[in-house]
């Protein structure tokens, strides 16, 4: 990962080196920061591709500049026709087309990206500032405006806290130019439903997933795999090992109690031959990061946090031992499929309806939670579930086929893998949720911890003066509380909390885990 961040308005140097004074874990390897006529650019540095001190931003053309937190797949034939219109670059990196591109296109090159970006160019000619992010949000970009009226935009809240009044997060498949928001892609919208046969259907997500898993392995740096021995994890890591000319390096965490999937990673671990490192916590553990955990997701969500958890620890010892720099991750599979609460959606409208939502959310929730407990680790996340024509495709299979008829969420990503990727008692397995599959002890020490915490009348008075968001749980006000210990009166940049939708019979529960809902089953053992 890196960070970017941009002050538009003038002498504002000194402003910018102090929010990127929160972030330097994103970018470790280098930070600039570059003044303008009207503005301000920063820019903090994780060597990912282009490895050389040349590969460092921002990139300038003709007066132009542009600072980038991204990876662009298939950079390469787009390098060699813009060689051949006469550009020279002086780098490897991938962002280096961005600014040849936008002269040749101008704010039209967005839509024709096949990338994970945010991405800031200053426009000389024009003075003025051009933002964009990407369609699913999976590179982190937020904004707001000063008492002024100034806005500045960055890759983490914490670089804009101090700076700006409102912090918001910037809108997924939109840029910004001459002060407008415009949306560019709409990931979401489908034009034509696909109603092929379900081989068809299958085979078509089996070959979209593989080419998303391949260009996601291609990095200057080391890349290694979170490995948790759910269905999405293990397909990407399964996919990567036939890539990958030598074994590929796993990573998986558990409670040192009841850690539920510890066994099944190890046992996808030894079925594809990789070099496997199980990280095992505590309950010690887990409460000494809660918060840590708060302040680097910038979220009150349980969900998040409960999964969060996990997670950072599990980077951070990746950082602390070990020389790997990428990592992929199965998150966004869900949203597109299905989860263990989407089993209730009353009608097939229903479920696309939810599946739109929730797709259009996940820069608030899952990918949020992929993106800090990754980067924080001065590590970069790479999501092939989130690959825009992977995303396109299944969003816009009729969603008849995609609801449980054949009593196994996700039966068409299983039955696309059918054969020896996997063992079939991983294929098939039940559906765990990642917070609860650490170990269930886990989010029943945080509820624990958070009970004895407040009392109940305390829990209700403090609760009452949160008008937004309101917490409705000890856990959930424990989790707000240390939230706005570092981001006061910024709920605004979450939604609301991730939880199923209770307008569904069978859904209207008071917990986020699948683990409260009826059809749970067999998903916790």
Not at 109 to 115: H, N, S, T, V
Not at 296 to 317: F, H
Not at 486 to 495: L, N
Request: hydrophobic residues 35%; negative net charge; contains cysteine.
């Amino acid at each position: 990962m890196c960070t970017i961040m941009a002050y538009c308005r003038p002498d504002s140097c000194r402003e910018v080196e102090r929010g990127l004074a929160e972030t330097v874990s994103r970018g470790p390897d280098d930070t600039r920061i570059t003044g303008l006529e009207n503005g301000t650019l920063g820019f903090q540095r994780l060597s990912i591709m282009g490895l050389t001190p040349e590969g460092m931003q921002p990139f300038e053309l003709d007066g132009n500049y542009v600072i980038c937190n991204g990876e662009i797949y298939g950079f390469l034939p787009v390098r060699k026709e813009l060689e051949e219109k006469g550009y020279t670059f002086k780098s490897d990196s991938d962002c280096e087309i961005l600014l040849p591109l936008y002269r040749e296109k101008g704010v039209e090159m967005f839509a024709g990206l096949d990338a994970e970006f945010a991405c800031i160019i200053y426009d000389s000619a024009s003075k003025d500032f051009v933002v964009a992010r990407d369609p699913i949000g999976i590179r982190p970009l937020y904004y707001g405006y000063d008492s002024e009226g100034y806005i500045a935009f960055a890759s983490e809240p914490k670089n804009l806290m101090g700076l700006v009044t409102e912090i918001k997060p910037f809108p997924t498949g939109h840029y910004y130019k001459d002060g407008t928001f415009t949306q560019y892609c709409d990931i979401t919208a489908v034009e034509n439903v696909i109603r092929d046969d379900i081989e068809t259907v299958c085979k078509n997500i089996h070959d979209k997933l593989i080419a998303g898993v391949e260009k996601r392995l291609s990095a200057d740096a080391k890349v290694g795999f979170l490995l948790s021995g759910g269905l999405d994890s293990s397909l990407v890591c399964a996919i990567a090992q036939r890539k990958s000319d030598k074994p590929i390096r796993t990573f998986a965490i558990g409670m040192n109690t009841d850690a539920i999937d510890l066994r099944y990673a190890r046992q996808v671990a030894d079925y594809i031959h990789s070099e496997h490192t199980e990280v095992i916590i505590t309950k010690e553990d887990v409460l000494d990061a809660l918060d840590t955990v708060v302040k680097i997701l910038a979220t009150y969500d349980i969900t998040t946090i409960r999964a969060s958890i996990g997670m950072y620890l599990l980077c951070k010892a990746i950082h602390e031992q070990t020389d790997i720099r990428v990592l992929l991750t199965g998150e966004i599979s869900d949203e597109l499929f299905g989860y263990k609460y989407t089993d209730f959606a009353p009608s097939v409208e229903e479920f696309q309806k939810e599946s739109v939502k929730r797709v259009k959310e996940l820069h608030m929730y899952d990918v949020l939670r992929a993106d800090r407990c990754i980067s924080v680790n001065s590590l970069e996340a790479r999501v092939p579930f989130g690959d825009l024509d992977f995303v396109r495709y299944v969003m816009s299979i009729d969603p008849e086929m995609k609801l449980n008829k054949y009593n196994k969420g996700k039966y068409l990503l299983r039955h696309a893998f059918e054969g020896d990727y996997l063992p079939y008692e991983i294929l098939y397995r039940e559906k765990a949720a990642f917070s609860d599959a650490v170990g269930h002890s886990m989010v029943d020490y945080l509820k624990e911890y958070a009970e004895n915490y407040y009392t109940d009348e305390e829990s209700e008075e403090l609760s009452g003066k949160y008008t937004h968001a309101r917490p409705f749980t000890k856990e959930s006000l424990l989790y707000r509380e240390i939230f706005e210990k570092y981001y006061p009166e910024q709920s605004g940049m979450v939604t609301d909390y991730w939880m199923p939708n209770k307008e569904w019979d069978g859904c209207n529960v008071n917990d986020p885990s699948a683990r409260v809902l009826s059809n749970y089953g067999d998903s916790g053992v």
